[in-house]
């Protein structure tokens, strides 16, 4: 069974850092293209960005809208994929979701809440 | 950006009823499309992909067709559980991007 476990999430204040980790469990970690997608609350869905497989070069890539602030990286040896925030904003909080996609099925983690406040 | 124009934002159907869901993409994305339901306070649980592909385990009430920048989305026979709320999302370009979700009821 796949699983995504997503954790990191918790109170900042406005301009400051945060990482969020997720590991996957339950497929080739490897073979997998690593996603993050947010929702604010009570507002729909917004994707954040991905990886790529280190097969297919490990680059990631952003939404325009956390470009230059948010960075995906993964440690295939651990099975990880983490979304480290700087510079964050109050219209960053939201439930951060780890998603992958396996032979076009996509999975989803039960997310993290992060919550920019002062 | 490719913008996902879904409607409508919410409907309101009795049990039985056939509830269809529209999204338009703003360019031509193939059939790189997937649905989407969540319920609140949980993770989305992926529908359909490629536009019209059920899930394994998947309810056949559920169905999805078009190609190009029309997509639907049916529920052939609304039921109690199918309460929530239904995303499409495009996959053919970057960055991805989603409809901005459809609200189904009971009523």
């Known amino acids: 069974e796949v699983q995504l476990v997503e954790s990191g999430g918790g109170l900042v204040k406005p301009g400051g850092s945060l990482r969020l980790s997720c590991v996957g469990s339950g497929f080739t970690f490897t073979n997998g293209w690593m996603s993050w997608v947010r929702q604010a609350p009570g507002k729909g869905l917004e994707w954040i960005g991905r990886i790529a497989t280190k097969s297919a070069g490990g680059t990631p890539d952003y939404d325009a809208s956390v470009k230059g602030r948010f960075t995906i990286s993964r440690d295939d040896s651990k099975n990880m994929v983490y979304l480290q925030m700087d510079s964050l904003k109050t219209e960053d909080t939201a439930v951060y979701f780890c998603?992958?996609?396996?032979?076009?099925?996509?999975?989803w983690g039960q997310g993290t809440l992060v919550t920019v406040s002062s | 950006d490719i913008q996902m124009t879904q409607s409508p934002s919410s409907l309101s159907a009795s049990v039985g009823d056939r509830v269809i869901i529209t999204c338009q993409a703003s360019q031509d994305i193939r059939k790189s499309l997937h649905w989407y339901l969540q319920k609140p306070g949980k993770a989305p649980k992926h529908l359909i992909s490629d536009a019209s592909n059920l899930e394994s385990g998947v309810p056949s009430r559920f169905s999805g067709s078009g190609s190009g920048t029309d997509f639907t989305f049916t529920i052939s026979s609304l039921q109690p559980e199918d309460i929530a709320t239904y995303y499409c999302q495009q996959y053919g370009n970057l960055p991805r991007t989603f409809g901005q979700g459809t609200k189904v009821e009971i009523k």
């Open positions: 998603v992958t996609a396996l032979s076009k099925s996509v999975y």
